[in-house]
């Protein structure tokens, strides 16, 4: 199965507004104007909270903060509290909150896991605008990722070239080259390609006709990483399809292996060597360190069928079975003489007699 990922990711300084006052789960007394802005009378015995106003935010990430305060009667304070929807400290500083209008900002490192909560006191009335952005957060409206359909992966042009040949033969993957072919216009595609074949659709500062970041996968691996270009839309009344060219380079897998030796197969992330941890069941880090030269080599090799072995100097001795096969022979020469009978033959030492001189 082959499968065309889009990576064209974009990066801001701060990501987009993480706050939705739509998704809250409890609100108390406040009404929800839209997504990014909520209202409160006074009124009650206690604060009240709405919450979560963010999904989790994850613990150590930093963030952007800010809420404006309008239309604000009553002596009590609205604003962030400090407290997450877990019930422990989230990180936000108590400074993100007034008892008068204006804009409240700052930044914070999230803590615990949770999402933020805003609260009024029961003595504070008016209308909440809030904004929570991630640091260096991915822009979502103008990246261009996701999986492409392909349609029938035997008329991909890319499927013999990908999984048979090129994959044999590293040397006929070291140059550029591009493939051109077209994919269907299915649901899934108009969306990840943002619905492009509208007239005068648009992607803010991200033109989807220029070459966007991508991989060819095919049956789970990462065969080619390059460029994917749109450079047609078919329609009638709909669209149809859409004409792509992949630009290829050899930044992928046959990379890594050209020129290396089996001594520095890794696990991902892993020192050279470690890849032979769980081949030789030696245990972890059995592999590292490996080396390539002729006595370390020949060390290792057994010689328990060996009837000679050559040392890596050149003398020679003798190999396992030249050692149990005169080990044997030397046990049977000690074993007594058997008759024909069964019986054992008794050797007798015989003194010649000499006469005397």
Request: charged share 15%; net charge positive.
């Amino acid at each position: 199965m082959i499968k065309i990922q889009l990576l064209d990711y974009k990066y801001d300084n701060f990501s987009n507004n993480l706050v939705n006052f739509n998704n809250v789960t409890a609100q108390s007394t406040w009404v929800i104007d839209n997504l990014g802005k909520a209202s409160i009378t006074t009124g009650g015995s206690s604060a009240r909270v709405i919450t979560p106003v963010t999904g989790i935010l994850a613990d150590g990430v930093q963030y952007e903060i800010s809420i404006t305060l309008s239309n604000k009667t009553g002596s009590g304070e609205i604003g962030f509290s400090t407290v997450g929807s877990s019930g422990t400290a989230n990180g936000i500083p108590a400074t993100l909150r007034g008892t008068a209008d204006g804009t409240f900002t700052g930044s914070f490192t999230a803590a615990g896991n949770q999402a933020p909560r805003i609260f009024a006191q029961s003595t504070a009335a008016g209308t909440v605008t809030a904004s929570i952005t991630q640091r260096g957060g991915i822009n979502w409206n103008e990246s261009v990722i996701g999986d492409l359909d392909v349609g029938d992966s035997d008329d991909f042009p890319l499927a013999v070239n990908f999984s048979i040949s090129e994959a044999r033969d590293l040397n006929s993957r070291t140059g550029t080259y591009s493939k051109t072919f077209k994919i269907p216009a299915t649901k899934n595609n108009n969306r990840v390609l943002k619905r492009s074949y509208y007239t005068g659709s648009k992607i803010p500062n991200n033109n989807i006709n220029n070459r966007k970041s991508g991989r060819i996968v095919v049956n789970d691996n990462f065969i080619l990483t390059g460029l994917l270009q749109i450079t047609a839309i078919g329609s009638a009344s709909k669209p149809l399809y859409y004409s792509c060219v992949f630009y290829g380079n050899n930044v992928d897998w046959s990379q890594s292996l050209d020129n290396k030796l089996l001594m520095n197969l890794a696990v991902i992330n892993g020192a050279n060597g470690s890849g032979w941890d769980n081949l030789n069941n030696k245990g972890a880090n059995t592999g590292v360190g490996l080396q390539v030269n002729e006595p370390s080599i020949v060390e290792t090799w057994k010689t328990d069928d060996a009837v000679e072995k050559t040392s890596s100097s050149g003398s020679t001795a003798p190999g396992s079975r030249a050692r149990s096969v005169k080990s044997t022979r030397d046990s049977q020469s000690r074993q007594p003489h058997q008759s024909s009978s069964g019986g054992s033959t008794k050797i007798r030492k015989v003194r010649r007699n000499r006469s005397p001189t």
